[in-house]
């Protein structure tokens, strides 16, 4: 075949690889709520352009990599992109991003690293289209692959996929019918001229047009099966109040937990503020064995003037004053805010409503609800102290055990048999909660929003989620740590409102900006200790406790900003260690990296190695020939020539021209000649055989330079 027509044959091939990712691409605008697709697509382009005109690697990395910076820059930063002013603000969002990814708190993760692992993951989809068609001119695995997310798509989706399928089946078999040419081609020795070409492709047209134009125009019978879209929207009906699948977000009624739940990307509020924090909203105290009510509402009305506060905290300790600016987007009746508050500042006639036993601060004006467009709240941010915590009373304010340890008669005594058993190795209150609290990393518990089991009318929500389904998201694993505290005498309360948010920005004043949505909606615990006060606990699998746990050196060190939550004292269990791994606090200057040292992570680090040497095992035939080039390719003396030959006969059967048993050299040699239409191979293998079988193995520097053309040109050709 001629040299155009084999380039031609690659610009079908690399045109058709670009088509697929297309239509891979097209309905996630639709689907998803993925933005400038365009982009996307323009990368997409760029890879196979790269590809088909042989730029070098690291010259091709480089274009690619400035091509995604300048995108991610153009979408997410402000400014010009040579200026490089972003650049700091894009490192602190990736250094952030990646502890999200350890931490598995997927939600966490911000746009412009969302986008920059699209890219990513385009970027490897475009190198094995290439590999697998232009390559090895295989096809048949990513056809079926993309008919079959077509027709997913086109089932279970809004997306109309009628006309992506007929244009990938025509496209699929024509391009299947080119690539087994190609190889019969190749492996029959065939030669064919232009005449040849348009024998076998007129019939293959024909065919392809004429079959797909009968599927498409004749007449189809209607479905035989009901469509199943209605029955998965409505999965789990009767099964739960309503029979609906909720929505993520912030909700009143809390007293039927458990089923799946739709994510909701809405922003609720935006916060500026020197650090994330988890925003409270309300606690309740009484679980009926389905969920949590109140035990009381008694309101007390609070002027603007007078100072709202609400305290959770022992004045012994050791807080740091901040301020936070509430720029509210969902118009909610209540306010948003932080442990330890101290007051909130609308600037507006506003009548607070505080409910003792919630805590929650509603806003009224006139005697009717009244939303709050922003407002600003100061509250403490406290160091926990380890050594206070372990050395706190075990005795408790009789109205405080009363309230706090409330469980229904009928909770199974399982429950309480696996709290003493958890915290049995441990004589103090505070290893004793986070045994608890670090009992659901280790077990087997997997947080998941969808198959989330809704607990029967003799079930009970704890029991079900701890002894049968282990499966479930905030509110699973935050109420079962509380009844396993409860059951065992630990005063303990469930705290709903939501997590730090998105990161955004950071201003001139090196405050920083988040977004809290909808997706942000969370519950976590708060544990009492004497001569400490009500202090929190993150029990959820893939999220880290924000607040600030400190030794009693680290308290005299004055070390407030960013404490180094990992240092163990001598006396620290596992569970400590896992405790003070797990409780960082992010600022705007620093990288906290929150790794707990689970079997869950472990399992992520060896899927990332298996990912690693899958992508090197498939992608050797392309690296390890350019390390041959480099490592063999210097000829001193016919020792490193014979040494090189042999290295060469390895990288040709990695190509696939493997040596047989009862092939002799030369036969072999011819063999891999005529696949590559040389000589080159043949001329090597006399020389080898001239070395081996004289006494004078010497070879002066023009034999030596000829040889290792010759082997550069195999070897280069192996790496093509």
């Known amino acids: 075949m001629s040299s155009l027509q084999e380039q031609f044959h690659k610009v079908i091939y690399y045109v058709y690889g670009f088509l697929v990712l297309w239509e891979w691409i097209r309905p996630l605008d639709q689907i998803t709520d993925t933005g400038n697709l365009t982009f996307f697509l323009y990368f997409v382009g760029l890879s196979y352009l790269l590809a088909y005109i042989k730029v070098p690697f690291l010259l091709s990395f480089s274009i690619k990599i400035l091509y995604i910076l300048y995108v991610l820059q153009h979408l997410f930063y402000e400014g010009s992109f040579f200026s490089l002013i972003w650049v700091k603000a894009f490192l602190a969002s990736l250094g952030a991003n990646l502890s999200y990814v350890v931490s598995a708190s997927w939600w966490e993760m911000t746009n412009s690293f969302r986008s920059l692992l699209f890219f990513i993951l385009l970027w490897l989809l475009a190198y094995l289209m290439e590999y697998w068609i232009v390559q090895l001119k295989k096809i048949l695995t990513f056809f079926i692959m993309t008919i079959t997310y077509l027709a997913i798509l086109d089932t279970f989706t809004p997306y109309d996929a009628d006309s992506a399928i007929v244009r990938m089946v ?9 690539l087994k040419l ?64 909720k929505r993520i977000g912030y909700g009143t009624n809390d007293s039927n937990l458990g089923g799946p739940f739709i994510g909701d990307e809405t922003v609720v509020f935006t916060v500026e503020a020197e650090s994330r924090e988890y925003w409270k909203v309300e606690t309740k105290d009484t679980y009926t064995g389905k969920g949590w009510e109140s035990s009381n509402n008694t309101i007390v009305p609070i002027e603007e003037d007078e100072g709202v506060t609400v305290p959770t905290l022992d004045p012994n300790v050791e807080t740091a004053p901040l301020k936070a600016v509430v720029s509210v987007n969902l118009q909610y009746p209540h306010i948003v805010y932080p442990v330890e508050l101290q007051n909130v500042d609308s600037g507006t006639d506003i009548l607070y409503q505080y409910n003792v036993e919630t805590e929650k601060i509603m806003t009224e004006r006139d005697g009717q609800p009244y939303p709050l467009q922003q407002y600003e709240v100061t509250y403490e941010d406290p160091n926990f102290v380890y050594e206070v915590l372990r050395a706190s009373s075990l005795e408790y304010d009789p109205e405080i055990v009363e309230r706090y340890t409330q469980l229904p008669n009928d909770l199974p005594t399982r429950i309480r048999d696996l709290a003493n058993e958890i915290i049995a190795p441990y004589n103090n209150r505070y290893d004793q909660v986070t045994a608890v609290e670090n009992y659901f990393r280790m077990n ?45 005498g630990i005063p303990a309360r469930w705290v709903k409102g939501y997590t730090g948010g998105e990161y955004v920005s950071t201003q001139e004043n090196d405050t920083r900006i988040y977004e809290v949505k909808n997706a ?33 050196l680290e308290m005299q060190d004055d070390n ?55 992508i090197l ?18 000829f001193k003396d016919a020792n490193s020539f014979e040494a090189s030959y042999f290295v060469l006969i390895k990288a040709l059967k990695g190509y696939g021209l493997k040596k047989q048993d009862n092939q002799t050299l030369r036969e072999y040699a011819d063999y891999v000649d005529s696949f590559f239409y040389s000589k080159d191979m043949r001329y090597l293998t006399l020389k080898l055989e001239g070395l081996q079988y004289r006494k004078d193995r010497g070879l002066d520097h023009k034999d030596l330079d000829t040889l ?13």
């Open 170 to 178: 025509v496209l699929g078999f024509l391009i299947l019918g080119l």
């Open 182 to 245: 190609e190889r019969l081609k190749e492996k029959e020795a065939i030669a064919f001229n232009h005449k040849q070409w348009i024998k076998w492709l007129t019939p293959l047209i024909l065919i392809t047009i004429v079959t797909t134009s009968l599927g498409y125009l004749a007449p189809k019978a209607a479905p035989q099966w009901p469509d199943p879209v209605p029955y998965l929207q409505g999965y789990g009906e009767g099964t739960g109040p309503g029979g609906k699948i």
């Open 444 to 488: 087997g518990f997997a947080y998941d929003t969808n198959n989330v089991a809704v607990p029967g009318r003799n079930d009970d929500y704890v029991d079900q989620f701890l002894f049968e389904t282990k499966i479930g998201y905030c509110d699973n694993f935050s109420t079962s740590m509380i009844v396993l505290l409860r059951s065992v």
């Open 520 to 552: 942000n909606a969370h519950s976590w615990v708060e544990v009492y200790f004497p001569g400490t006060g009500w202090v929190p606990f993150e029990p959820t699998s893939g999220f880290s406790n924000p607040y600030n746990f400190i030794t009693d």
């Open 560 to 614: 407030l900003t960013v404490p180094d939550t990992t240092q163990e004292q001598p006396q620290s269990s596992p569970e400590d260690l896992l405790e003070e791994e797990g409780s960082t606090n992010e600022s705007a200057t620093t990288f906290n990296w929150s790794i707990d040292i689970e079997l869950s992570d472990v399992l992520r680090l060896l899927g990332v190695i298996m990912i690693i040497s899958a």
């Open 617 to 634: 095992y498939f992608t050797r035939k392309k690296w390890y020939p350019r390390y041959v080039l480099q490592r063999y390719g210097r």
């Open 708 to 720: 290792r053309e010759l082997w550069e040109n195999l070897i280069k050709k192996v790496a093509s």
